[in-house]
Structure formats: structure tokens, C-alpha cells
């Protein structure tokens, strides 16, 4: 790691596991880090888990598996780009929705207001949960003991309560600081793929179209520069042209913006980076067209009355077994209902939201479904 750029994330110089391990040599603490989280149950489940499209709408729909994938990637190139640690941001990557419910958002917003007496539902906070706490798969400690620097990656987001609970990893936001660079880029990478992932996955269901697209700027901009390559080209091949060029178009603007960043505050350790303001940042133009395509994805697509329909099932689904485990545990299995038994709603909505979408309906249907009695 001696290229890495001084304010860089050093694994070396990590603040270290909740629980003290010998070396992992030959691989650094950040490439364990990697390496845990993807072996890990909860990471498998992200392959059976909503981007946007249930699982079983189609095969080539975004997951949150191959989501997760495509932030890593997308983030290690503008590590690699900006001297940081790729092998700490690829951990944070993959690591980023191993909390998420089903169903995606709609089911976190439902598991939100049925824990709202509990301390609500938040898939950053779950997400360091699994790794902190629910993971089984070590002999001498729960999770699975990430170093500090992925854990602080993990949790983007925390109310100033939360934060107080959690101890060190929490003090950030608190003290009103930064996380490391990794930490920020990570991030970035994540509204770079999904944003552009959800125009190419909308436009694949037919519920927007190129049409629509054309009024945005960032898209209509790449895709005449693809139809004046291009002139011939139809079908899938013009769609996927011009995201990868939008992508590119948002890394490399980033990169570059970053840099300024970074060469203006003058930071040289990563000290100084936790006290600057962000630096991972787009310039001013990009962010604005960047946020006109979200914009649209919102107007579009994500209250497209398709997904409307299927996020109010969802929510449904959620909401009445999270009223069916909390009323009678005796529905839980025996593992869980000993968990409900000393952490209450909250082991509850550790089982709910370690659920794959097909998981989660059948359970609703073993419990609700008449036809499941008379079987």
C-alpha cells in the first residue's frame, strides 16, 4: 500500500476490531473485512432482495446483490483514480445493504412505522447490526468484528440518539465530522449505480421510456452523442451506451472534482480529512443534472403505479407479520422466539429484515393463507 496517498486509509494504521485478532497475513485487515462479507449469510441474501423490481419480475433485474457488485466496482475505480484504499471501499460497498428489509424501500418504510414505539427501522443502522451482531459464523464473537474504518463506511446515516448508543463508531456524527474518503466515495459510487442501474432496469420493464428520458439533460446529452456514433444502432445496445457513458461522465467528474477538493483544504492525514468539510463531491453542474435524473426516476418510475402496487403489497406483507410475531411469538421460529423473548420487537424486526423477498411471502402465506390449512 505504499502508492496510497497520505490522507488515504491506511490498513496498517487501523483503529482496530471491536474484538483483538492476530494479523490475516498475507491479506491486509481491509481485505478480511472483504473477504467476511462476502461469505457471510447476509450478503447471500442480497441476491433474493428488491433493487427496485421484485426478484421474481424478471431474471435480469437489478438485486441488491449484483447492485452491491456494481457500487464495489464503480468504487474501487475512483479509489484506485484518487490514491485511497480500494480494498476498504469495496468492503464498505458490499457491505452497504446487507441490513436492507425486502422488497426494498417500501418494506423498510413499513418495518420504519411498525418499530416507530420501538426506535424506528433504518437499513444503515441494520446493516452494522448484521455485522456487529447477528452474523453466527465465529467461535469467540458475534458479527463478524469488521475494523473500525469499515464499520464507520457502513453507517452513512444516524440520528444524533442513535449515535449516542453506538459508542466510538457513532462519535462522528456527534462531533460533527467526516468519515474517511473510502468511507465518502463509497457512497457516491452507490447514487452513481442506482441511479443509472434504475434507468437501465426502467427502461428494460417498458414503464419509462427513451422518449421521457430525452427531457433530461445528462441522458439526452449521452445519448445523441451515441446516435451520432452510432447512427445505426437500435434496441438494448442504445440504452446500454449511453448509461456507461453517463457513468463514466459522473466518475470522472468526480475524480477530478475531488482532487480540487483535496488540494484546496490542504488535508495530509486522515485526521484532517474527518475535521475538513466533504471532499468527495460532484462540481456544481453534474450534482444539478445528477439530481434532475433523480428527480425523474422519482416522478417516473418509483411512483409508477406498477411499482405503487407492488410496494403497497409489500408494505402489507411486512406489516402483518411484524402484527403476527409481536401479537403471538409462538409464530417465530423457536431460534427466534428466544431472541423475542429478551430483545422483544426488536428481534422481530431482526427476523423481518433478514428475509429474501420470495422468503417473506411465503411466511405471510404459511400464516395467512387459508389454503395453506386445508393443504
Known amino acids: 500500500m505504499e502508492t496510497l496517498a497520505p490522507y488515504a486509509a491506511h490498513s496498517g494504521q487501523s483503529r482496530g476490531r471491536l474484538h483483538a ?31 427496485v423490481f421484485v426478484n421474481h419480475e424478471g431474471d435480469l433485474f437489478r438485486t441488491r446483490l449484483t447492485h452491491s457488485i456494481e457500487v464495489a466496482q464503480i468504487g474501487r475505480t475512483i479509489a484506485r483514480m484518487l490514491d485511497l484504499n480500494e480494498d476498504l471501499v469495496e468492503a464498505v460497498a458490499l457491505a452497504h445493504d446487507l441490513g436492507h428489509t425486502p422488497f426494498g424501500h417500501a418494506g423498510q418504510d413499513a418495518l420504519n412505522a411498525c418499530m416507530r414505539e420501538h426506535g424506528g427501522f433504518e437499513h444503515n443502522l441494520q446493516s452494522l447490526r448484521v455485522v456487529d451482531l447477528l452474523e453466527e459464523r465465529y ?11 469499515a464499520r464507520e463506511g457502513i453507517l452513512k446515516h444516524c440520528s444524533l440518539g442513535n ?3 453506538l459508542g466510538d463508531v457513532g462519535r462522528r456524527f456527534l462531533d460533527k465530522q467526516q468519515p474517511a474518503l473510502e468511507a465518502q466515495i463509497a457512497n457516491l459510487a452507490d447514487e452513481i449505480a442506482y441511479n443509472n442501474h434504475d434507468v437501465d432496469d426502467g427502461l428494460r420493464s417498458g414503464l419509462i421510456t427513451l422518449e421521457q428520458l430525452s427531457e433530461v439533460q445528462i441522458f439526452a446529452r449521452h ?15 442504445v440504452v446500454t451506451e449511453t448509461v456507461r ?49 433523480k428527480r425523474f426516476l422519482h416522478r417516473h418510475l418509483y411512483r409508477h403505479y406498477k411499482v405503487a402496487r407492488m ?21 417465530l421460529p423457536p ?12 428481534a422481530v424486526a431482526d427476523y423481518i429484515a433478514g428475509m429474501t423477498d420470495r422468503y417473506a411471502i411465503r411466511e405471510h402465506r404459511r400464516i395467512f393463507a387459508v389454503e395453506e390449512i386445508l393443504a
Do not use: W
Not at 32 to 49: P, V
Not at 225 to 235: C, M, N, S, W
Open 311 to 331: 410496494s403497497a403489497k409489500a408494505g402489507r406483507i411486512v406489516s402483518d407479520l411484524y402484527a403476527a410475531f409481536t401479537g403471538d411469538a409462538r409464530l
Open 223 to 237: 445519448l445523441a452523442e451515441v446516435r451520432t456514433k452510432y447512427p445505426a444502432l437500435q434496441g438494448r445496445r
Open 245 to 293: 457513458r453517463i457513468i463514466n461522465t459522473l466518475v470522472i467528474d468526480l475524480v477530478n472534482t475531488t482532487r480540487m477538493n483535496i488540494k484546496s483544504s490542504g488535508v495530509q492525514t486522515l485526521a484532517e480529512v474527518r475535521t475538513a468539510p466533504p471532499l468527495a463531491a460532484f462540481s456544481p453542474a453534474l450534482l444539478d443534472e445528477h439530481r434532475e435524473l
Open 163 to 165: 449515535a449516542e448508543k
Open 21 to 51: 485478532e492476530a494479523p490475516a497475513a498475507p491479506r491486509s485487515e481491509f481485505q478480511r473485512d472483504r473477504d467476511r462479507i462476502i461469505h457471510c449469510t447476509a450478503f447471500r441474501r442480497l441476491e433474493y432482495k428488491t433493487q
Open 335 to 346: 431460534e427466534h422466539q428466544a431472541r423475542e423473548s429478551l430483545e422483544g420487537a426488536r
Open 139 to 149: 467461535a469467540e464473537f458475534d458479527g463478524l468484528n469488521l475494523t473500525f474504518e
